[in-house]
């Protein structure tokens, strides 16, 4: 089974920074796409924002040129650095993961971080 365990959220004020990591733990996997998707309270879970294994990144229009995500295959981690952050930006961010392990191919979700943005 794999486990993606997200660190790395918190409170800040706002136009600050935070970076956000993700690891994918486990055996007998392997990764295509891993990403981020976020929850407000009350919202759906929305795309942050998207890599792939070749390195192919796609965001959200709301947060393009603030968030920057990245990965380093050989520790199957992503990582997103989120700058000049906004109240807006408050959610529950939850890694994302679309792999193949022994059952097939499927998407793997973290338990989420709760990013807190004052203004």
């Known amino acids: 089974q794999v486990q993606l365990v997200e660190s790395g959220g918190g409170l800040v004020q706002a136009g600050e920074s935070l970076k956000l990591s993700c690891a994918a733990s486990g055996s007998g996997f392997s990764i295509n796409v891993m990403g981020w998707y976020r929850q407000a309270p009350g919202k759906q879970r929305d795309l942050v924002a998207t890599i792939t294994s070749g390195g192919s990144a796609n965001y959200a229009g709301s947060v393009k040129g603030r968030f920057t995500i990245s990965r380093d295959n050989a520790k199957n981690t992503v990582y997103l650095q989120m700058d000049n952050l906004k109240p807006e930006d408050t959610a529950v961010y939850y890694c994302?993961?679309?792999?193949?392990?022994?059952?097939?191919?499927?998407?793997?979700w973290g338990q989420g971080t709760q990013v807190t943005v004052s203004s």
């Open positions: 994302y993961a679309y792999l193949r392990s022994q059952g097939g191919w499927g998407a793997n």
